[in-house]
């Protein structure tokens, strides 16, 4: 009797393409009428905010603003005046792989900005922006997962691969006050820093606990600068339908737009100020199914048909906390500090490799140091440092794993100043994981015919050659693995090369 087969499929969503794209925009801003000329611009910045990701066939397109903020030098040389606006930009990449109604995940920054003083009434202002993206796409797996025969054997393997089943975003707001210093009275730029996260997932939930530091810069009647800071606690509970704290998971923050204004109140004169976030969660599981990869029959000629499947495994994320301790010096072109406006830092990752069985990583933490100076056409200066790490993470890392950053976030910036030097301080997070792909050739579908009978031996003498397996001996000779094992009273996983075996044959 011929064999009889029963197919079966899986539906996995899998990581098919990570990306980014760039863009260019830029704008003429014109001072205000209310605003006296500028003399000298002091700074930009801006942030860049996705607002919304389109992919269609072969193309992710990836649409936001940059929210700017610009402080110059009045045409009087005392003081400082400030600027806020929004620019949108647009960018594509073109992604082979690509189809409409795949999962997105975006997020985007302002890698350079450059400012240009055309005139006292018209400064103009140029951003690039990169976007990050990754796309996940679901993939059917189809193979023969029974067959049914008594003269049927199969040699099965189980795999497993990873499926991405929570990937969605939510926003919350942060609304507070803090008090405005004395002398205050014009309200220059606000900003928004998470500076420290904690996450627990739950049945269906994240729970999301930390804090946030807003930092407020002012300016007093005589328009000199004045700055103040303050730190929230924040807890937020986020729904994520199907997640769970079994799963691998990837939570990430973004700060979106900041807003406030001073206003007077019982409490006296006080900025209030709201500010978005933006939680990004993905997260996965493994799934396993067992399928043949190979198939013969020892009384019917069965004729497999194959085809080849690739998983990607992801190991186990290992987190590590690099810590940044650096004393630098202020560069001599640039004025003394009278008080700290804001420390940003923020890590970038030059390579991630495997080394020693090990995960090397190398990088640097990119330090914005923000502050006030007493000169007084100077008013706000900023200073970069680039400040290098190196970090070992991963024990044993199997050999052609790809190892990779899977998240690497600043946290707690902070810095003392003696004279010129500054100790700068604060702690990399990094994760870092390995992903193993593993291709496999399985059965997807047979065809079979009834053996023709033939006068052969009952038993065949074989000596095992070089290469050979029980499976592929049995296979040849339309034999049983479990009879060969009980005539030869062996191993099937122990023969070894010129071993003497009998091969019985029905």
């Known amino acids: 009797m011929l064999p009889e087969i029963k197919k079966s499929s899986i539906v996995i969503n899998e990581a098919v393409y990570e990306g980014s794209c760039q863009s260019v925009c830029q704008t003429d801003i014109i001072v205000p009428d209310s605003m006296p000329d500028a003399l000298k611009v002091l700074q930009a910045e801006g942030r860049a905010i996705t607002e919304g990701v389109t992919v269609t066939s072969g193309k992710v397109s990836v649409r936001g603003k940059v929210v700017y903020n610009l402080l110059y030098v009045p045409d009087n040389a005392k003081g400082v005046k400030s600027i806020s606006g929004e620019m949108p930009f647009t960018c594509s990449e073109n992604v082979k792989d690509a189809k409409e109604g795949m999962m997105v995940s975006s997020q985007s920054e302002v890698t350079h900005m450059e400012i240009q003083l055309l005139n006292s ?132 923050f973004f700060v979106g737009n900041t807003s406030g204004s001073i206003a007077d109140t019982e409490k006296g004169r006080e900025v209030k100020f709201d500010v978005n976030i933006k939680i990004q969660i993905t997260a996965g599981e493994k799934v396993s199914f067992t399928a043949p990869c190979d198939i013969y029959g020892t009384k019917c000629c069965i004729t497999p048909t194959t085809g080849n499947i690739s998983l990607k495994n992801k190991g186990m994320p290992y987190s590590s906390k690099v810590e940044i301790r650096e004393i630098v010096t202020l560069a001599d072109d640039m004025p003394e500090i009278s008080k700290i406006y804001k420390l940003s830092m923020k890590p970038h990752i030059n390579s991630c490799k495997a080394e020693k069985g090990n995960i090397k990583t190398e990088g640097s933490a990119i330090c914005t140091l923000t502050y006030i100076s007493d000169k007084e056409d100077s008013g706000v200066q900023t200073a970069v440092f680039e400040i290098p ?118």
Not at 130 to 138: I, M, P, Q, R, V
Not at 431 to 443: D, F, P, Q
């Open 121 to 252: 009434r018209k400064i103009s202002l140029k951003a690039i922006t990169e976007s990050d993206f990754s796309l996940a796409g679901k993939r059917e797996i189809q193979y023969v997962s029974e067959v049914k025969g008594e003269d049927v054997q199969t040699r099965e393997k189980t795999m497993q691969g990873e499926n991405t089943t929570v990937f969605t975003q939510g926003f919350f707001n942060i609304s507070n006050s803090m008090p405005v210093p004395s002398g205050g009275e014009t309200l220059l730029k606000l900003d928004a820093e998470i500076t420290s996260r904690d996450i627990k997932v739950i049945s269906n939930k994240v729970v999301a606990k930390g804090e946030i530091t807003v930092f407020a810069l002012f300016s007093d009647s005589e328009d000199r600068p004045l700055c103040e800071k303050t730190v929230i606690p924040f807890t937020e509970i986020q729904s994520a339908d199907g997640i769970n704290e079994k799963m691998s998971y990837d939570i990430k």
């Open 389 to 506: 790490f190196s970090n070992i993470s991963g024990e044993s890392v199997e050999e052609g794993c790809k190892v990779m950053v899977k998240s690497v976030e600043g946290e707690k910036a902070d810095c003392s100043i003696s004279g010129r030097n500054i100790e700068l301080r604060g702690n990399i997070n990094l994760i870092t994981m390995t992903e193993k792909e593993e291709k496999v050739s399985v059965v997807t579908d047979i065809s079979a015919t009834e053996e023709e009978e033939k006068d052969i031996p009952v038993v065949v003498l074989y000596f095992v050659q070089k290469g050979d397996d029980i499976w592929n001996i049995a296979k040849r000779y339309h034999s049983k693995i479990s009879d060969i094992e009980q005539i030869n009273k062996i191993d099937g996983d122990n023969i070894k090369e010129g071993m003497m075996l009998l091969i019985p044959k029905k």
